[in-house]
């Protein structure tokens, strides 16, 4: 079944503890990207990957990390999280960055920072 | 980039046609118009998508303005599944666009037996 895989659906952490939040597609997309969804701000756009190691910042990159070593994984790392990441993510691929590729969407991963 | 404007919400009757109006009054050339919808406690989910003229797919149609500075979602006949989050976003063609993709606040359908 083509899909795209967030790992893991939920998280609780504290404050300064590295986490690395997985994505991976099984659809050979070469566009991969994250998202952040608070309450009232909509999904906002943290990275996105043209394809492989090619990275670029969205509208909130500041504290995020992300590499795009292989073409089919691009995880998200939190090097120090703060509480102010707490926050519902999204990773999501298309067959390309071209404007008429659909976004395929993961189920998110809900990360709590204490 | 281009930004859209969604009604915050709206409601309807189910099996009733429900129309979701989008303004994106900076569109450019090369953007193309797409819709995505995002159920309780999942994803957004892709519905449709079109550069210039009307599509129809087995989820919805998708009617576009002839200076496409607006757009419209058209749910045929809504069901209490349809009760949704639906977002309208405009996703440039170019190859190397920047490719930053921006989703409003999108407009909450309620859909009434």
């Known amino acids: 079944e083509a899909q795209v895989t967030q790992n893991p659906r939920y998280l609780i952490t504290v404050t300064g503890k590295k986490l690395t939040v997985t994505c991976s597609q099984n659809?050979?997309?070469?566009?991969m990207s994250w998202y952040r969804q608070d309450p009232g701000l909509g999904l906002r756009q943290i990275y996105y990957s043209m394809n492989v190691e090619v990275t670029d910042k969205g509208d909130v990159p500041e504290g995020y990390k992300v590499s795009r070593k292989e073409k089919r994984n691009f995880p998200l790392i939190l090097e120090s999280p703060s509480p102010n990441q707490t926050s519902l993510y999204f990773c999501a691929s298309s067959l390309s960055g071209r404007g008429g590729s659909p976004l395929h969407f993961g189920n998110g991963t809900r990360l709590t920072v204490t | 980039d281009a930004k859209t404007t969604q009604p915050n919400s709206m409601e309807s009757n189910e099996e009733e046609p429900v129309h979701l109006p989008c303004n994106h009054s900076?569109?450019?050339?090369?953007?193309?118009i797409h819709w995505y919808r995002q159920l309780p406690s999942q994803g957004p989910e892709y519905v449709i998508h079109?550069?210039?003229s009307n599509v129809n797919n087995r989820m919805a149609s998708l009617a576009i303005a002839e200076d496409r500075k607006s757009s419209t979602l058209i749910l045929h006949r809504a069901t209490l599944r349809d009760a949704a989050v639906y977002y309208c976003?405009?996703?440039?063609?170019?190859?190397?666009?920047?490719?930053?993709?921006?989703f409003g606040g999108g407009t909450r359908l309620m859909v009434k037996p």
């Open positions: 659809m050979n997309h070469e566009y």
């Open positions: 079109g550069l210039t």
């Open positions: 976003i405009l996703r440039d063609w170019g190859n190397n666009a920047g490719n930053m993709l921006t």
């Open positions: 900076t569109i450019s050339g090369t953007d193309y």
